[in-house]
């Protein structure tokens, strides 16, 4: 939390420091676009005076030329070319006076060139309308005088004094479009260079980052593997204690048969001896002794028969007494008795050790478990094929079958032969589905490790004795 936070006021920092370079860096820019901008509009102004300037003065000199042409000739030609220059000169005062109005820093007063102006205009003017009315004595007292060329070197002046102007006006504009092309030039190596710091800062940061990335994934990864560690240590310490469990439950159960033989047998045999024994001494001539005997002696029947049932169910003598084909013949046989359910069996001889056979034993015993229960089946095949390497056992029926994909919570009858399979090395394959009937197949191997040393209650209950009890 504490690591984020400082993230966070990391960022917006960088984010601030960023955005003032970003701000002063466009305020550079713009100050420089309006100062070059003001710098070229006041140079097209002044552009537009110098030449203003420079038409007036010519218009004023050509004026005079003419004038002076027309006053020694008296050719129209001239008093036509002096009116015509005389009236560009006074269009150029006006283009002058206003280019001067878009000038605010020129600072020049016109006052003094308009008068003298006026005043050389109105002599040149009088001059020719002297020549033109033949007054030629007042004419040569008009030019005689000095005036006229005073006035043309004082309009020189100004008009040189306006140029001077205008030109300081030119090299100021420069002067300022230089300044903001610096600018630019020292906003542009900012951007420049705060660009590449940005780029590098920016690579830096991804860098750590992809380390942060590639630290974390190795963390996960190290996690990942403890923990898949962690539950295959789990899985096969469960495998192991089911395992367990179910030896120590066969076991349980050989023990629980033998002692129901030894015991229960051992009793039930001397019932039937003590019977024998007593049968000569009673009395011949009750006749209600013999039917009572006779029920006796059938109960006591009937008890060694659901004893020895038992036994069987518990720990089955056929597989220990015949090997595993007869005993998978006898429970195929029993079960197709009991049921009514049509048994078709293939079983090869397989010289397996004892775990193996009894798991087999058991798997085919839960199978027509199920059938009877579940598949409502006609007919059930039980195959064992016995390969070079491998063992092949099918239970298959053509009932109901069901849905695989619905688990049945309380039911362990498939996960424990599928734990037996597992245990064995094979594996266990289900094919089923409603109204297709249920196919049970395993293989495993055929060579099988010797079983563990049994315990003295893991011994096999010895066979019933077939006559008594
Ligand atoms: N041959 C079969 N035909 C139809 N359904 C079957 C067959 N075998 C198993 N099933 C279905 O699969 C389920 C699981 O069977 P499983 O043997 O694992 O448990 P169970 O028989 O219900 O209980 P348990 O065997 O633990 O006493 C059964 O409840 C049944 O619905
Ligand atoms: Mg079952």
Redesign the pocket.
């Known amino acids: 939390m504490k690591r984020l936070a400082l993230a966070m006021r990391k960022y917006l920092a960088a984010a601030a420091v960023g955005l003032a370079v970003a701000a002063s860096l466009v305020a550079i820019s713009e100050l420089g676009y309006h100062r070059s901008r003001n710098a070229l509009d006041s140079l097209g102004s002044v552009r537009a005076l110098q030449k203003s300037a420079d038409q007036l003065g010519g218009a004023l000199r050509a004026a005079e030329s003419a004038q002076r042409g027309y006053l020694l000739t008296g050719d129209d030609f001239y008093l036509q070319q002096f009116e015509a220059e005389s009236t560009r000169a006074s269009a150029g005062l006006t283009h002058v006076k206003q280019a001067l109005m878009s000038v605010p820093d020129a600072d020049v007063s016109l006052s003094g060139l308009e008068s003298t102006i006026a005043t050389k205009m109105s002599e040149m003017s009088l001059a020719v309308h002297l020549r033109s009315k033949g007054h030629l004595d007042a004419l040569e007292f008009v030019t005689s005088s000095d005036v006229g060329r005073t006035q043309m070197s004082t309009i020189a002046q100004l008009l040189d004094r306006l140029d001077q102007t205008t030109e300081r006006l030119v090299s100021d504009s420069q002067a300022q479009i230089r300044t903001a092309q610096d600018y630019s030039r020292v906003g542009l190596t900012l951007a420049a260079f705060t660009g590449l710091l940005a780029f590098l800062l920016y690579l830096r940061r991804s860098h750590q980052l992809e380390q942060s990335v590639v630290k974390t994934n190795a963390a996960l990864q190290q996690e990942r593997e403890r923990l898949e560690d962690l539950v295959r240590e789990r899985t096969r310490n469960l495998r192991e204690l089911a395992t367990h469990l179910q030896q120590v439950r066969e076991v349980d159960r050989a023990k629980l048969a033998r002692e129901l033989h030894d015991e229960l047998g051992a009793l039930l045999t001397s019932a039937k001896l003590s019977m024998a024994r007593l049968k000569p001494k009673l009395p011949k001539d009750d006749d209600t002794i013999p039917p009572l005997m006779a029920t006796l002696t059938d109960t006591l029947n009937q008890v060694i028969a659901l004893k020895r049932n038992i036994i069987e169910d518990l720990r089955p003598s056929s597989l220990d007494n015949f090997g595993l084909l007869t005993a998978l013949d006898i429970l195929a046989r029993e079960f197709q008795e009991r049921s009514g359910v049509t048994v078709e069996t293939n079983i090869e001889p397989a010289t397996l050790d004892a775990n193996a056979q009894l798991s087999l034993y058991r798997m085919v015993q ?1 199978s027509l478990t ?2 009877a ?3 409502q089946a006609k007919q059930v095949y039980i195959g064992l094929r016995v390969y070079r390497q491998h063992v092949e056992l099918t239970v298959k ?1 053509d ?4 849905d695989q994909s619905v688990t ?1 919570p309380k ?5 424990g032969m599928r734990h037996r399979v597992e245990s064995l090395g094979g594996r266990l394959d289900i094919q ?1 589905a409603p109204g297709k009937g ?1 196919t049970v197949f395993a293989a495993f191997p055929a060579a099988q490790r010797p079983p563990p040393a049994p315990e003295p209650a893991a011994q096999p209950a010895k066979p019933d004795a077939p006559d008594v009890a």
Do not use: C, P, R
Not at 399 to 402: C, D, E, I, L, S
Not at 411 to 415: C, I, P, Q, R
């Open positions: 839960e199920n059938v229960k579940y598949a029926d009932g109901v079958g069901f049945q039911s362990h009858g498939l996960a089923s249920t």
